[in-house]
């Protein structure tokens, strides 16, 4: 709220109190959840009863707002954006949440006068971690906008019962335990078991005249499952809207079961029950697609079909006839890992709602919007058609259809080229017949969009560069953004103290391009030294944090040297490695030479089944063992690998970094958003220009920003010219020295084996690279620690960071999607 248009201080007491958001009705409210939810009274409650007790008592706030905003939207019959997505990774929401209601002051307050320790109440929330990594979080700060913006929108996904798991470090290894977070109760979830649609798999499809003698198709399902709606309110900054995230869980359809027990095959309808319970499991841990497993194709089309046949009985309940679909609903599809929903809509308008053809794509077509995130060849969902077939019949049909029309239209427009018919069919077929799913997606939307200004360009000169010459106005560009509650007001609430205290308002928060306002301030050395001081307490959160976690001490006046996101070839963690190992052996050359203290400070998990990036985190925590222990060094290097990264965990992370590691080799990187999440806390970024970065590096301007390495035209003409990775190892004394003191067994205790299938790659095929941007990577980090030596200098570039990190809200990103695709409107709500 702006500062100067706050009302009476008496008004704002008398309003508290009757929306209970006053210390005493929180307390109040606190004391009476605990006792008549938990079962508890003050004496003998659990750290986790306190936080249950707290979690009701900010739902029960947000209930009326929930409410309100329902029955408006359904009574303007607002149009609503429906954001498909196969993950969503939120985040702990009970400081969220608290902040969005505004009342954190008071909350601490009334904390405090029970005499609990508020922190710790918050830090008992278990991470819901129904995702991978940036994709899943780019949909949970979608929803965040989305609120905040009031626009009238529906998270839809799957409700994981183990989410991503927890990445343990045993010797150096990473260790998979499963995430059973929903074991303690969620407090924020409330169960629809009345919203509950089947969802049919396999069998077979036969054709038949209805009553008007026209020939129909009907499939016959072989398994029926029941999805189940599990809601979760999202709510907007400083707003009344509260929008809907809803997660589907699997649960064994009634009346399958009672045939089984009919026939008094009770184990087997025992055995259906927990087959069906299934599908809902477990998150696939992979953020690459999993090649032909059938679960998967089975999870992607059950939160498909639940959330389709929800629309239509959304429709029918407000707009009424199906005709008006596409103006009653946007679909984002979150990747393609949705897009099945284009064949299932024309199946629920065909089979189901009497429409022809025509009719039915016409509506269809309208309705579905897609965003790419990935460029990479492996990376593009295919499912072979036997598998397809096997699973879903009547959709196979459907998408030979949509194909069929679709490559008519390729055809007469591109006469004769035989040759781009097949690269844009829907199916391939060369070697095993495979649906292309990121095709499929392409066809079926009105709207195909990439995250970063460089992506969207490779997504029409590379990826779809065929459809692009076909349909050049379906493509767009959304640049991906961050929200600045949960990675600014929850994650660095001393910053953000000191940002709107320096601009005067907290305005900031819902309108990012204010922090324009802090340049006026870059030079000030008031600002300076608190700004200083606002990171330095960070650090010493974060020193704390890792020291009780890992035994690993670091110095807060070192540089803290970032690198936090999933691990991956492409993002080059052995890059940022190959760097460490030159400080340790110049150390070792000159002991005394004086170099900028650092801590390195790595995060993120592996795929299990990625051998590769297996080995890098045992390699970073074997050169962190060699590196700490080693008296000589002394503690002026320190490397340590925070264990478990997620939302929760890196909110530690942010606050704490000087320099933000973004250096994934270009052209491979869709977007990123810890590049946004980073620079928004004061850090400044080494980077390529990859992704995101290009225009964080404008905004920010070039001289705020160490960029180094070859861009993605380079990149591409390299391997046009052929490259060879080992000429480089032959030819640059240190890199080679690096990489055999790795082969030379002293990370490995003597074994010189072990790391063999990572230095084998870099010199032998190096897909990514690393060594071709290995020299110019360490002459940009030799800037950086002579940047750092001028701390004056350096606060005023992490100062100008973050005032001009406005564009990189996902508020921006958001109005860029309704005011350029979706074509929606706010509609407030009144607190
Ligand atoms: O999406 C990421 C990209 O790699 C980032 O560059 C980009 O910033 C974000 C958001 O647009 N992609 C993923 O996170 N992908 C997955 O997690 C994933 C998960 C399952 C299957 C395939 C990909």
């Known amino acids: 709220m702006s500062m100067a248009q706050s009302p009476e201080p008496l008004d704002v007491d008398r309003e508290r109190t009757r929306t209970g958001m006053s210390k005493t009705a929180l307390k109040q409210g606190f004391l009476d959840n605990l006792f008549y939810i938990q079962g508890r009274f003050r004496e003998v409650a659990t750290p986790h009863d306190l936080y249950m007790a707290a979690a009701y008592t900010t739902r029960d706030r947000i209930l009326e707002r929930w409410i309100k905003s329902a029955q408006r939207y359904k009574t303007n019959q607002s149009r609503t954006v429906c954001y498909l ?118 069998g077979y499809t036969e054709q038949y005249r209805d009553h008007d003698g026209r020939s129909r198709t009907r499939w016959v399902p072989a398994q029926i499952i029941d999805g189940v709606a599990y809601d979760t309110p999202i709510l907007g900054y400083g707003v009344g809207n509260v929008n809907l995230l809803r997660l589907w869980k699997a649960e064994a359809s009634e009346s399958f079961d009672f045939q089984a027990f009919n026939v008094g095959d009770y184990y087997g309808a025992v055995h259906a029950k927990i087959e069906a319970e299934t599908i809902s499991k477990v998150l696939y841990p992979n953020d690459e697609p999993e090649a032909g497993k059938e679960l998967r194709l089975k999870q992607q089309f059950f939160f498909v079909s639940c959330s389709i046949q929800d629309m239509i009985r959304l429709q029918f309940n407000t707009v009424g006839p199906l005709d008006s679909f596409a103006e009653k609903f946007v679909i984002q599809l979150n990747d393609t890992h949705p897009s099945l929903a284009i064949a299932e809509l024309m199946r629920l308008l065909m089979d189901e709602h009497d429409m022809d053809w025509d009719r039915a794509w016409d509506i269809t077509h309208r309705v579905f919007c897609y965003t790419n995130h990935t460029l990479l060849p492996e990376a593009l969902e295919t499912w072979s058609v036997s598998l397809f077939e096997r699973l879903l019949p009547r959709h196979l049909e459907i998408v030979y259809e949509i194909n069929r029309h679709f490559l008519d239209e390729v055809r007469v427009h591109f006469l004769g080229d035989e040759d781009r018919v097949r690269r844009m069919s829907l199916i391939a077929e060369d070697g095993e017949r495979r649906v292309r799913m990121a095709n499929l997606a392409v066809v079926g939307s009105r709207a195909v969009n990439g995250v970063a200004a460089l992506h969207s360009e490779l997504v029409k000169t590379t990826l779809f560069k065929d459809f692009h010459d076909f349909w050049p106005d379906r493509f767009h560009n959304v640049t991906n953004g961050v929200t600045p509650r949960r990675f600014m007001v929850v994650a660095n609430p001393r910053l953000s103290r000191l940002i709107s205290e320096t601009c005067g308002s907290d305005d900031w928060i819902r309108d990012l391009d204010r922090l324009r306002d802090l340049e006026a301030h870059a030079m000030d050395s008031g600002l300076h030294e608190r700004w200083h001081e606002v990171k330095i307490a960070a650090k010493r959160d974060l020193a704390a944090w890792l020291k009780h976690r890992t035994g690993v001490l670091l110095d807060p006046e070192a540089i803290f040297d970032v690198q936090a996101k999933r691990i991956h070839e492409y993002k080059r963690q052995h890059l940022n490695l190959l760097h460490i190992i030159r400080c340790y052996q110049r150390l070792k050359q000159s002991p005394n030479q004086d170099m900028v203290p650092r801590a390195f400070i790595f995060g993120g998990k592996a795929a299990p089944g990625y051998f590769m990036a297996k080995l890098i985190i045992k390699l970073i925590n074997a050169v962190a063992e060699v590196i700490n222990n080693d008296p000589q060094i002394n503690g002026f290097i320190r490397v340590v690998f925070m264990p478990d990264f997620n939302v929760k965990n890196g909110q530690h992370l942010y606050p704490a970094a000087n320099l933000s590691e973004q250096i994934s080799l270009a052209g491979k990187e869709a977007s990123g958003t810890g590049n946004m999440k980073f620079s928004m806390n004061g850090a400044l970024t080494i980077g390529t220009l990859d992704g995101a970065n290009v225009e964080i590096r404008e905004e920010v301007g070039k001289e705020n920003f160490f960029l180094f390495g070859m861009s993605a035209e380079e990149v591409s003409q390299r391997q046009r010219e052929g490259y060879h990775p080992w000429e480089h190892y032959a030819k640059d004394a240190e890199l080679k020295s690096d990489i055999d003191l790795i082969n030379s067994g002293l990370f490995s205790h003597g074994d010189t084996q072990l790391f063999r299938p990572l230095t084998d790659r870099l010199v032998n095929q190096d897909p990514f690279m690393v060594l071709a941007d290995y020299r110019a990577y360490i002459a940009c980090q030799d800037h950086v620690a002579e940047a750092y030596r001028d701390h004056r200098h350096w606060t005023r570039m992490s100062i100008l960071n973050v005032a001009r990190m406005g564009k990189f809200s996902s508020d921006r990103a958001i109005r860029e999607y309704a005011e350029h695709i979706w074509r929606t409107e706010p509609h407030p709500i009144d607190l």
Not at 135 to 154: N, V, Y
Not at 171 to 177: A, C, H, T
């Open 85 to 202: 997505s196969a993950e969503f990774l939120p985040g702990p929401h009970l400081a969220n949440n608290l902040v969005n209601l505004g009342i954190v002051e008071t909350a601490t307050e009334a904390a405090h006068e029970l005499g609990l320790d508020f922190d710790a109440i918050i830090a008992e929330e278990a991470e819901p971690g129904l995702g991978n990594g940036g994709l899943g979080r780019l949909a949970a700060c979608f929803m965040d906008s989305l609120s905040t913006l009031q626009i009238p929108s529906i998270g839809y996904g799957i409700r994981y019962e183990f989410g991503i798991f927890d990445q343990t470090i045993e010797d150096g290894w990473q260790v998979e335990k499963s995430d059973n977070w929903l074991r303690n109760g969620n407090p924020w979830e409330i169960p629809r078991p009345k919203i509950r649609f089947p969802v049919l798999y396999g």
